[in-house]
């Protein structure tokens, strides 16, 4: 699973890594999210479910899931 975001329209909510830490973290830089580092880019699939919530939830629909 890909996961990405388009981290300059990012709002800082938290919903992202409060609802799926293993893949999304605050930016301690600017605030903003970032994607925790995965191996060779991609997600495991077990994690599809709460990184589908931290999508389905942002207020800004800004996380994409492929």
Do not use: Y
Not at 18 to 33: H, L, N, V
């Amino acid at each position: 699973m890909k996961v990405s975001v388009d981290r300059d329209q990012c709002i800082s909510c938290a919903l992202c890594w409060t609802s799926c830490p293993a893949i999304f973290a605050e930016d301690q830089a600017d605030g903003k999210c970032s994607i925790v580092e995965i191996a060779h880019g991609e997600a495991s699939e077990a994690l599809r479910p709460s990184a589908q919530e931290a999508a389905d939830n942002c207020p800004v629909s800004i996380i994409h899931i492929a």
